[in-house]
């Protein structure tokens, strides 16, 4: 009779630490989502000052080559350099 409390609870034990681990995942996959939402990595006024603190006058289409050549690093992860 014992035996079968010590597996319940031992089962019931590991039943609440996989739904834990569950809800944990897509609770903080939210809240990331959420923080990349608001704070962007990179945006077009961070190249800008970029360029500036480099003492490049930043023109539109160097902004814009480097916008596309960040998005498509993120898309493309496995062509970024090691």
């Keep these: ?8 609870f031992v089962l019931s034990l590991i039943a609440c630490l996989i739904v834990g681990v569950v809800i944990g995942y897509f609770v903080s996959r939210k809240l990331f989502q959420t ?21 490049q006058t930043p023109s539109e289409a160097r902004v814009n080559q480097t916008m596309r050549a ?12 090691k």
């Design 35 to 55: 923080a990349l939402k608001k704070n962007p990595p990179i945006n077009r006024n961070m190249v800008k000052a970029m360029y500036r603190s480099m003492g």
């Design 70 to 81: 960040i998005e498509e690093a993120q898309r493309n992860p496995s062509t970024r350099h």
């Design 1 to 8: 009779m014992m035996e079968i409390v010590i597996w319940g």
